[in-house]
């Protein structure tokens, strides 16, 4: 297959007037097969979504459902790598979800991300709170071996009692600490990253705000050049000025895109029940009773296509949304337009609505 026509992300991490080719899944530097016209396009890796809950009436959590429909429809979305999130449960719940999103042998699923169970009860968010723990090494064993090795990313709060040693274990098993639902000082989540953080959980998000006297873990996380910042572009997560801010201070090298997405994604507006309590879906914004947001119904690709309308180019739309989504991942294969590596590619048309995607070479949409 060719796809030709269109504007190609390049390992130069620039768009190029160029064709794109692949044979058996795998990007070549020439093909013999048909042609794809995506005159007037954009071709991108295949997005990567590190933090997301669950997908068009899929909680990815709290339930045996199986998986492949909600794949599907995210990759039809133009999103063909996850890492299903998890929330602060209880062990026993937590050993099974781990097991259960791991053990599907579906190579869009690149391991799990951990939202939890160690962060400061003061900023659950959407949150249970009895389900929240205090950091704790053996918990962290546990989940590593429920998860058959493959628990990729961790959210704690850096100020909790023991979050040392968990940081420091979770660096040694090369699974990627992000400081989050925290309120943490700046003094505290600086020496979260000298224990070995690297991310903040969705940016602004479930953390206290900028203060120019006490900048706190919001304030690190756009100083520290060490530090990548997820960022939720749903519009309803953040604003666009603060998200103008985030890029302006970190650059797309220092932002993972992400969409927090939750079951309601392609499921519309309405009153829904989870467990024991309800959501509500209005305008695409999810909120418990009270009004707090608790996760989102949008996609990764509708974060994207907000930031192109924001004016942000798509070269540095693919590095937020791709390259270093599989940095976080570990993934080699994919990621990058590069001669050798997967064929999972997403077209987006002139406004940037998704055109057309291919997994591993084969056309879904």
Known sequence: MKIVGGSVFGIDHKMHDTDLCFEKGVITETSSGGEFDATGCYVLPGLIDTHIHGTNGVCFYWSDDALTPALDWLTRH???????????????ELEHDLAH????????ILGVHAEGPFINPEKAGGM?????????CSTLEQMWKASNGKLKIMTLAPEMEGAEQVIKACTKLGIHVSMGHSAATYEQAALGVEWGASR?????????GFNHRNPGLLGLGL????????????????????IRVVLRAKGAQGVTMVSDGSMFCGMGDGEYDVGDRKVYVKNGLCTLKDGTISASSKCLSDGARNLFRM???????????????????GCTDRGEL?????????????NFDVKAVFLKGERVV
Do not use: W, Y
């Open 128 to 136: 249970r709170k009895n389900r929240i723990q205090a950091p704790d």
């Open 101 to 108: 999103l791991t053990g599907t042998g579906d190579d869009r």
């Open 223 to 242: 100083d520290d050049e060490r530090v990548k910042c997820e960022l939720i572009c749903d519009l309803h997560h953040v604003a666009a000025p603060a």
């Open 338 to 350: 590069e001669v050798g590596r997967r064929a999972d590619v997403v077209v987006f048309d002139q």
């Open 78 to 92: 133009g999103v063909t790598g996850i890492l299903p999130t998890t929330c602060s449960e209880t062990m026993v």
């Open 200 to 208: 903040l959980t969705h940016t602004f998000n479930a953390m206290n």
């Open 311 to 329: 004016g942000v180019k798509p070269e540095d739309i693919a590095v937020m949304a791709a390259v270093n989504p599989a940095k976080a991942c």
